[in-house]
Structure formats: C-alpha cells, structure tokens
Nanobody, 121 residues
Framework: HVQLVESGGGSVQAGGSLRLSCAASGYTYSSYCMGWFRQAPGKEREGVAAIDSDGSTSYADSVKGRFTISKDNAKNTLYLQMNSLKPEDTAMYYC????????????????WGQGTQVTVS
C-alpha cells in the first residue's frame, strides 16, 4: 500500500533553515506529482509547493524565494528546503501524492503523510 512518511521538522529561530523529507513507498514514485502542504492551528490547510512528474515546480506566494521543493526518484524521497523561516511558517507540514499531473493541478491528492511539526520563534 502507498505510504508517505515525513521527517525533518523541529524548532528553529526566525531566519533559520530546515529541510523536510518525505519517504514514499508502495507506488511508482517517479510518475506521481508530489506536494507539500501545511496547516497552522485554527487555520485551513494550504498548499506550499508542488513538483510534477517532469520536475516542474510551483510555490505559494508566501514561500517563493525562500522554499525549494525537490525530489530524488532513485531514493523515492521528496524534499522541502526551507530558508529564511518566519514565525508565520509555523505549522504542521504534510506531504501528499497524486497519481497524475492532472490530479495534482486539479487538487485531487490521493495520499497523505502523517505530518511533521515546524515551529519558528
């Protein structure tokens, strides 16, 4: 079965950096569209970044220039490099997978990880 496991969260001071990882298993990783989402307490979940099967990336305006999404198909792992972190980046971060790029860009995410907490003070 499909499994996504995030890691790399933690507490960091404003201006610092973290790199999140999402280890995927149970499907043909390279053909999927992958994304990062986050949810802060009392707020709705929001998309942070996505990378499609061809490696094209997209970002929320709030993280452009600070966050970088990437993937290593050989390791079946998705990454989110987060630099210049701000207190408003504090949230639970989730990775998600969509079977096709169409699903990805239409918001039809099939699989979700359990999340990793990022706290910026």
């Amino acid at each position: 079965h499909v499994q996504l496991v995030e890691s790399g969260g933690g507490s960091v001071q404003a201006g610092g950096s973290l790199r999140l990882s999402c280890a995927a298993s149970g499907y043909t990783y390279s053909s999927y569209c992958m994304g990062w989402f986050r949810q802060a307490p009392g707020k709705e979940r929001e998309g942070v970044a996505a990378i499609d099967s061809d490696g094209s990336t997209s970002y929320a305006d709030s993280v452009k220039g600070r966050f970088t999404i990437s993937k290593d198909n050989a390791k079946n792992t998705l990454y989110l490099q987060m630099n210049s972190l701000k207190p408003e980046d504090t949230a639970m971060y989730y990775c998600a997978a969509a079977p096709t790029d169409y699903d990805c860009y239409s918001g039809s995410w099939s699989y979700w990880g359990q999340g990793t907490q990022v706290t910026v003070s």
